[in-house]
């Protein structure tokens, strides 16, 4: 893996490396591909590991209208470019695209890991982050200034922010998350866990701000009995970069078991 490459190709495609049937990962809300760098070097193994920046996201397309189903087509679109059906990996905002894109276009996705995203948020709203996003001491002054206030995930969020003149500001923009985030508080999207076909494993961090109970139910609702679930003890909601042992553990043994299986395509 040290020869890994990170291929930068249309529409915030990229390409990590390995060979073998297609993983994409998704990220979450504010973040980017490149987030997923330590994970997907422990994934090379398992297959060719993609990461795509969501619409609005680093390379990203730009522009509305920020709805779900369009994310989920974006993703479908890039999928129809790979040679076989994709696992689908993804963070937070990037799990929903996972199993929406998985319910909507059953026949490009082989398998979804849904980290930390609740199918049902409505009646929140985004004021309560309005208010920590907007206390940000924006410009940062330099990467170092963007680890040290973020602490923990640190790492994370420097690579969710581009230099301008002043200093470093994030790449997506504010009033964009707003509109996106703003959309889960409005529906719910237990419909399209109950269409996905596929098998799907749902990591919750044991400290999630998510519903209670619903990403066990999420699992639980999968047609067939193809969901599995699982709480990881002492993570948060990046549950990849807080416990990345036990996270990429579970993963590496979902991924052992469904590359193993045929598809059929629906």
Not at 62 to 68: A, D
Request: glycine share 12%.
């Amino acid at each position: 893996m040290e020869g890994s490459l990170v291929v930068i190709q249309r529409d915030g495609l990229i390409t990590f490396g390995g060979d073998g049937p297609p993983i994409v990962l998704l990220h979450g809300l504010m973040g980017r591909a490149t987030t997923w760098w330590r994970v997907a070097r422990r994934l090379e193994p398992y297959g060719r590991v993609h990461g795509l920046d969501a619409r609005g996201h680093g390379r990203g397309p730009r522009g509305g209208p920020w709805r779900t189903e369009r994310f989920a087509d974006d993703v479908a679109a890039v999928l129809r470019t790979l040679d076989e059906p994709a696992v689908l990996i993804g963070h937070s905002m990037g799990g929903l695209h996972a199993w929406v894109t998985a319910a909507i276009h059953p026949g490009l996705v082989r398998a979804v890991v849904c980290e930390d995203f609740a199918p049902d948020q409505r009646g929140r709203t985004v004021d309560a982050w309005r208010g920590y996003f907007e206390s940000w001491p924006v410009p940062f002054r330099s990467l170092a200034h963007v680890r040290e206030f973020f602490g923990d995930t640190g790492d994370y969020f420097v690579e969710c922010v581009e230099e301008r003149e002043d200093g470093y500001h994030l790449i997506a923009s504010l009033p964009d998350l707003y509109e996106i985030a703003a959309e889960w508080g409005r529906r719910d999207f237990w419909e399209f866990v109950e269409r996905v076909k596929c098998p799907l494993l749902a990591i919750e961090g044991e400290r999630t701000a998510m519903p209670p109970g619903q990403q066990a139910e999420l699992a639980a609702r999968v047609p067939g009995g193809l969901g599995r679930h699982i709480v990881v003890q002492g993570a948060g909601h990046v549950v990849h970069d807080e416990a990345p042992e036990t996270y990429l553990g579970a993963v590496e043994a979902f991924l052992s078991d469904v590359i193993g299986q045929p598809f059929f395509a629906s």
